[in-house]
């Protein structure tokens, strides 16, 4: 005769979803005081302002499509306009910066503008 302490794989299962849904929630709960409190912050306008100086973002037309200017991709486009090729026309280098500002903890927190 089986002992009714014995619980079958399905009900073991069936607890382990029931806790994993409880720490979803529980994140969810978390994620909505987080915004509350950027809420809150954002009513004091106390933000930084960051701003990219010479960030150049330019466009060049290959064949039918327009891509970033890349000094490293584009260099003979770059030599026939007489322009350096060592330019400024470094999209990595401002993606970058953009990545990091939107993982800092100021933005985070709701801060960053």
Not at 44 to 57: G, P, Y
């Amino acid at each position: 005769m089986p002992s009714t302490n014995k619980r079958t794989k399905q009900e073991q299962q069936l607890d382990d979803d029931d806790n994993n849904n409880q720490d979803k929630f529980q994140t969810i709960q978390n994620d909505e005081s987080l915004i509350n409190k950027a809420k809150k912050v954002k009513s004091t306008d106390k933000r930084l302002i960051v701003v990219l100086e010479q960030a150049n973002l330019e466009t060049i037309k290959i064949g039918k499509v327009y891509e970033l200017l890349n000094c490293d991709r584009h260099k003979n486009h770059l030599l026939k306009y007489k322009r350096d090729p060592n330019s400024n026309a470094r999209p990595d280098i401002t993606h970058q910066c953009l990545l990091m500002l939107l993982d800092s903890p100021l933005n985070r927190a709701g801060l960053l503008q």
